[in-house]
């Protein structure tokens, strides 16, 4: 093995490194929960609750599940 092969090998799995230290920090960025409003005590919204878990219903169906990945071992919905 060359010296120039060992550059060009060490060159390409640092980029591989950085570029998948990017996209882990560009996609947790873009995916995030959105941050909630403040809570106001003078007059609370009764219609916003709490939000409930993803679970599996008795056809096989996701609910309260958003994203297009599903986690696995959920629960039934009761």
Do not use: H
């Not at 003078?42 to 056809?59: K, M």
């Amino acid at each position: 093995m060359r010296l120039s092969d060992l550059a060009k090998g060490s060159s390409v799995f640092l980029s591989v490194i950085v570029a998948g230290y990017l996209s882990t920090a560009y996609v947790n960025q873009r995916l995030a929960a959105p941050a909630s409003p403040p809570a106001s005590t003078s007059n609370p919204d009764p219609t916003i609750g709490p939000a409930s878990s993803a679970c599996v219903s008795e056809d096989g169906s996701w609910k309260n599940w958003l994203w297009p990945n599903v986690p696995a071992l959920s629960p039934k919905c009761k």
